[in-house]
């Protein structure tokens, strides 16, 4: 079983739509993540819940809006897209007292 | 401001050890990871080191930490071409909001 799953993997659109992107984690952890990687492969976390409340919100535009229904799902919708939101978004997990972090396989986002 | 960092590229050739650094700027760091990212994939979690420890040994990987000039290095024996990828280190704090800093991460190209 994939502990941390998202969809899709791979997604191509236009600017200006409004594309979400899901994640969850069967790994019974309280901490989700998202994670934006560059063209340059640099890893920047754009936010954090723990037990379903945000606790890390990073310069990100308002454009992103994270949403987590319950500990184990959270999903990133992004309205408005601009060429710049291309990159592989990363969810990620953990749990607080073990503080290792688990990676989904990451979704391939191109804006055209 | 929290930095860790790496050098971009490393070329080694199959058979040989590869040893790939990082330094770090937070002081208050309580865990260092190294993660593994091949091409098209996720991010998978190699190994990982508490900051009261110097060294830690996986079958071909060990990890060795400085925490005094905040130098974490990851040392791969005996190389292969599967160890061709990118490699980042990252660290996180015990306390606070369990923020991950990743390093720019360093290309491994192992030659044949």
């Known amino acids: 079983d994939t502990a941390v799953s998202q969809t899709p993997k791979y997604l191509v659109t236009q600017m200006g739509n409004d594309k979400s992107i899901k994640c969850e984690q069967n790994l019974g952890h309280d901490t989700m993540y998202w994670y934006k990687q560059d063209s340059k492969k640099f890893l920047k976390i754009m936010f954090s819940?723990?037990?379903?409340?945000?606790?890390i919100n990073e310069t990100v535009p308002n454009r992103f809006s994270p949403k987590s229904p319950d500990k184990a799902h959270l999903n990133l919708h992004i309205n408005s897209l601009e060429l710049g939101d291309s990159a592989v978004y990363f969810c990620?997990?953990?749990?607080?007292?073990?503080?290792?972090?688990?990676f989904g396989e990451g979704s391939w986002l191109t804006v055209v | 401001g929290e930095d860790v960092e790496q050098s971009l590229f490393l070329s080694v050739r199959e058979g040989d050890s590869s040893v790939i650094n990082c330094t770090y700027t937070d002081s208050s760091s309580t865990y260092l990871y190294w993660y593994k990212q091949e091409p098209g994939a996720g991010l998978q979690l190699l190994t990982y080191?508490?900051?009261?420890?110097d060294m830690k040994q996986d079958q071909r990987l060990t990890v060795l930490l400085n925490k005094k000039d905040k130098h974490l290095s990851l040392r791969i024996a005996d190389t292969q071409t599967g160890d061709s990828a990118i490699y980042f280190c990252a660290e996180s704090h015990e306390e606070g909001t369990y923020k991950y800093i990743f390093g720019t991460g360093t290309r491994l190209k192992v030659l044949a």
């Open positions: 080191i508490f900051s009261n420890m």
């Open positions: 990620a997990s953990s749990q607080a007292q073990a503080n290792t972090i688990y």
């Open positions: 819940y723990n037990n379903k409340e945000l606790i």
